[in-house]
Nanobody
Framework: QLVESGGGLAQPGTSLKLSCAVS????????MAWYRQAPGKEREWVAD???????TYLESVKGRFIISRDVWKNTVYLQMNNLKPEDTAVYYC??????????WGQGTRVTVSS
């Protein structure tokens, strides 16, 4: 089970940190990712972190967002800095198994507005 938290209302230029707690699975052997879905748009990949902690990012968030994992807490984080109104979306975390199955969380809403 994946449970996201940390969303909310933020002003442009500020920061939020999202968390994704993983239960029932020792997640450090799998790729963990964050996706987002803005109103009226398709869900898009934002960032992922592989075993060994190599991370990749959507171009529009590179330099602003940081994905990390804490294997002791079985939790993945997305530190979002310098937020922009276009970052407004529901953010989902996912866990990808080697057989292509994917687990999803329920999502946490982020609204960036002044």
């Amino acid at each position: 089970q994946l449970v996201e938290s940390g969303g909310g209302l933020a002003q442009p230029g500020t920061s939020l940190k999202l968390s994704c707690a993983v239960s029932g699975i020792q997640f450090d052997s799998y790729i963990m990712a964050w996706y987002r879905q803005a109103p009226g748009k398709e869900r898009e990949w934002v960032a992922d972190i592989a075993p060994g902690d190599s991370a990749t990012y959507l171009e529009s968030v590179k330099g602003r967002f940081i994905i990390s994992r804490d294997v002791w807490k079985n939790t993945v984080y997305l530190q979002m800095n310098n937020l922009k109104p276009e970052d407004t979306a529901v953010y989902y975390c996912s866990l990808s198994f080697s057989d292509s199955r994917t687990l999803w969380g329920q999502g946490t809403r982020v609204t960036v507005s002044s």
